[in-house]
Structure formats: structure tokens, C-alpha cells
């Protein structure tokens, strides 16, 4: 069965430090997104592709997020530099298209020290 | 604004009862609504979805709901709780326009009793 992979799966870092977080969906699909997951807390939307154009990014803090999709298939988030408040869990997830449902990564576990 | 609301942050059932998982949700427009399950460092996995059509939506492993709009609520249901049941689960609403954009709830952790 597919899988959306991401890499890697868990990261430990400094503050002030850059970090980066690796996604590849599942073929053929076209919808790509990031989501940012606090403990405790359910996911939250960071930034949603439609192959490689972003259509909703207005929950990603851009002062120091920034995600790219350049071909249409994998995508890279990145952090820089990492704050503290930046622990968490992110996830990819990708679909057929916005229609149809989300299928989620295991996830990159965050902690910024 | 869409908004979803689940009842309950922990619940614990003994293995054998009945689960019941509670999610309203606010929305100007019928929407529509997922059940995921998150195991502990995993993703989250798709248990059943509600689109159109029969308000009664069945999904993987036993596990049932029902969109009941005039309660405006979607609530999760396993006549039979199994200790692999012990997770945690997020009710979630996504709009049916636009970028369909998915709002999730909170998440209600369920540990199951032997």
C-alpha cells in the first residue's frame, strides 16, 4: 500500500538553529500539506500545495518558515532559525486532490533546546 | 468560521463496552466530516468520512458514526471496545468549496480497560 514517507523522524536541535524536514506523497497525488501538531493539540494547517503552487499559506509563520514543492512531487519545510515554541510534530499529508481524503506521514517529531 | 468541538479530552471504557466519542462541529454550511485515529509517534489514519448521502458512515475497524445535522453533531461509536482501540482520535471538518481546507478538534485520548 502507498505511504506518504517523511524524513527525518525525529530531529533535535538548537535554538537559532535551521532545520529541515523532508515529505514525499503518495504517486499521483497532486495536494500536498504540511501541518503542525503541538502536543495535545490536534494538527493545524500550515501550508497547502496544488502541485507545486501554494494555495492557502496563511497559518505559516514566514518570518521563518518556508516550504517549497518545486516539481510538483516532494516537498521540503524549513525552519530558520528554530525557536523554542517550534517543538512539536510535523506532518505531511497528501491527496488526489482537495476533494478527496488526506493520508498522512508518521511525522517528524521536533525538539528545539 | 468552522469550528469543531470534542467532548471530553481522555475517556476510558473496559475492553468489551461500547465507545462512544462526541464531536460537534460549527459550520454556516453542511460540511464535511472525518474521524482519524493517532497512534503514539504516527500519523494519523483515516477511520471513516462523511460527504453526502447516508448520514450513517461506516469505517475500519468497527467503528461507526452518524451526522445528525439538526445536533449539528458527528459523534464516533464501537459497540465493542478492543485494547488495540487505545489511541487517540480527532474529529475533523473541512468545508465543501474552496480550498476545502481541514479544521481538526482537539482530540479525545481513549484507553481501554482490561
Known amino acids: 500500500e502507498a505511504e506518504v514517507a517523511q524524513s527525518p523522524r525525529y530531529k533535535i536541535t538548537e535554538k537559532s538553529q535551521a532545520v529541515a524536514f523532508w515529505c514525499d506523497p503518495i504517486s499521483g497525488h497532486a495536494t500536498l500539506y504540511w501541518y503542525r501538531q503541538i502536543l495535545g493539540q490536534g494538527p493545524e494547517l500550515l501550508v497547502q500545495?496544488?502541485?507545486?503552487?501554494?494555495?492557502?499559506d496563511s497559518q505559516l509563520p514566514k518570518d521563518r518558515f518556508s516550504a517549497e514543492r518545486l516539481k510538483g512531487v516532494d516537498s521540503t519545510l524549513k525552519i530558520q532559525p528554530a525557536e523554542l515554541g517550534d517543538s512539536a510534530m510535523y506532518l505531511c499529508?497528501?491527496?488526489?486532490?482537495?476533494?478527496?481524503?488526506?493520508?498522512f506521514g508518521p511525522g517528524t517529531r521536533l525538539t528545539v533546546l | 468560521a468552522q469550528s469543531v468541538t470534542q467532548l471530553g479530552s481522555h475517556v476510558s471504557v473496559s475492553e468489551g463496552a461500547l465507545v462512544l466519542l462526541r464531536c460537534n462541529y460549527s459550520?454556516?454550511?453542511?460540511?464535511?466530516l472525518f474521524w482519524y485515529v493517532q497512534y503514539p509517534n504516527q500519523g494519523l489514519q483515516l477511520l471513516l468520512k462523511y460527504t453526502t448521502g447516508a448520514t450513517l458512515v461506516k469505517g475500519i475497524n468497527g467503528f461507526e458514526a452518524e451526522f445528525k445535522k439538526s445536533e449539528t453533531s458527528f459523534h464516533l461509536t464501537k459497540p465493542s471496545a478492543h485494547m488495540s482501540d487505545a489511541a487517540e482520535y480527532f474529529c475533523a471538518v473541512s468545508g465543501t468549496s474552496g480550498t476545502y481546507k481541514y479544521i481538526f478538534g482537539t482530540g479525545t485520548r481513549l484507553k481501554v480497560l482490561a
Open positions: 499529508a497528501s491527496s488526489f486532490d482537495r476533494y478527496n481524503e488526506q493520508f
Open positions: 500545495f496544488q502541485d507545486e503552487s501554494v494555495v492557502d
Open positions: 459550520s454556516s454550511v453542511p460540511p464535511y
